[in-house]
């Protein structure tokens, strides 16, 4: 039985964190403290661990940090307000508006609104286009930028590798597509998605799983090609009686049959998840270089 390489993201993180720390308390002595604020509208539970994980990071490198918290019963005009009291703050240089807001909030509206300078997210429409166009002063979103980081402290190799990316959203599949087809990467990427004709089969072709659907151990053992790198993005809460929260983390791909087929693989939780807040502070730290 073939034994993977169990690419750690915690490790991987907390390397990219005291690189953060490190630039951070250059910076600070430059005159430049790093500053975040989040807001939060709502009392989604995970989204309020989410925002205290954020904020503790902050502190943790040094950064200035501002946790906006404001009722579901906020308006939209409400929302928007904060956000331009935001993009006019000096001291503030990356903004994120915690997804996903009460339904009667158009997110939409709130992402265009956010200077894209400070769209840490990089989720606002300039961001996007300088991400297609492999413009290195845009803000790339932190899950796909934190894969990226994964293959690349594992060795993997992406240039000439054909890649599977199982999802469209623009928070983590078409990102992700865009930075493995990149000229700096070199993939031959295929997005596939739930209403794709024979996905097992396209994902067999793959050297490079990337599985951010959703669903819970969607992906099989006969998804996966012996030898290929598997990276599962999904986050999903599943029931299971045996666990005293009542519920279990688990990921897009069946861990435990798809492991031994590998040649590396993430783990749930421990893989992509630490990334993600990782790469925020990052992407942090560069809107303040580059707004000074």
Request: charged share 20%.
């Amino acid at each position: 039985m073939n034994t993977p390489h169990i690419i750690d993201g915690k490790s991987v993180a907390a390397t990219v964190l005291d690189e953060c720390r490190a630039e951070a308390a250059a910076l600070t002595a430059k005159g430049i403290t790093p500053g975040l604020a989040v807001v939060l509208v709502g009392e989604d539970p995970a989204s309020q661990v989410y925002v205290g994980s954020k904020a503790r990071t902050c502190a943790e490198l040094g950064f200035h940090s501002v946790k906006i918290e404001l009722p579901a019963s906020t308006t939209q005009e409400e929302l928007l307000e904060v956000v331009r009291s935001l993009n006019a703050d000096r001291a503030i240089h990356g903004i994120l508006v915690q997804s996903p807001p009460p339904k009667h909030i158009d997110e939409e509206a709130v992402i265009r609104a956010i200077d894209p300078r400070k769209d840490v997210d990089g989720f606002h429409p300039e961001n996007v286009a300088k991400l297609v166009l492999e413009d290195p002063t845009g803000f790339v979103p932190c899950t796909p930028a934190g894969c990226m980081r994964l293959l690349e402290s594992a060795g993997i190799q992406t240039n000439g590798a054909e890649v599977v990316v199982i999802g469209r959203s623009m928070i983590v599949g078409k990102p992700m597509a865009l930075l493995l087809v990149s000229k700096k990467s070199n993939a031959t990427v295929t997005i596939a998605h739930s209403r794709s004709k024979d996905l097992p089969g396209i994902c067999r072709r793959a050297d490079i799983l990337v599985a951010a659907v959703g669903r819970p151990e969607m992906v099989k053992a006969d998804w996966v090609k012996p030898g290929a790198v598997v990276i599962d993005v999904g986050i999903n809460r599943v029931e299971d009686p045996s666990k005293k929260s009542g519920c279990r983390l688990t990921g897009d791909v069946a861990y435990q049959e798809v492991a031994s087929l590998c040649s590396a693989i993430t783990p749930v939780p421990g893989g992509v998840g630490p990334m993600t807040i990782a790469m925020l502070m990052k992407n942090t730290l560069q809107a303040a270089r580059q707004l000074g």
